[in-house]
């Protein structure tokens, strides 16, 4: 079993900065590929940035430049370090773990609102 648990979320204005974290637990043996992905109210989940057992990241094209995803590998916890925030980013935010192929671990999903 593996627990991953979200924080970091909050009302935020626009040009707001926030910071993500995702904290695993349990039978973790080594470094996985994670993900981050948000829902907001009446759309469908969508894939923010990920990163690769090897370091490597990508991100969505309406986040580039303004989202960085990192980890620190001795905590086993996951970051999104988000800048520039803009009303269009509320949401739920949640990261996934990729344990196996075709299987993955997620998290209870953090808010977070863009508002003036």
């Known amino acids: 079993q593996v627990q991953l648990v979200e924080s970091g979320g909050g009302l935020v204005q626009p040009g707001g900065s926030l910071r993500l974290s995702c904290a695993a637990s349990g039978a973790i043996f080594g470094i996985y590929d994670m993900s981050w992905y948000r829902q907001a109210p009446g759309k469908q989940r969508e894939l923010v940035a990920v990163?690769?057992?090897?370091?490597?990241?990508n991100y969505a094209d309406s986040v580039k430049g303004r989202f960085t995803i990192s980890r620190v590998t001795a905590k086993n916890t996951v970051y999104l370090q988000m800048n520039s925030l803009e009303p269009e980013d509320t949401a739920v935010y949640y990261c996934?773990?990729?344990?196996?192929?075709?299987?993955?671990?997620w998290g209870q999903g953090t808010q977070v609102t863009v508002s003036s």
């Open positions: 996934k773990l990729r344990y196996r192929p075709g299987y993955d671990y």
């Open positions: 990163m690769t057992s090897g370091g490597f990241t």
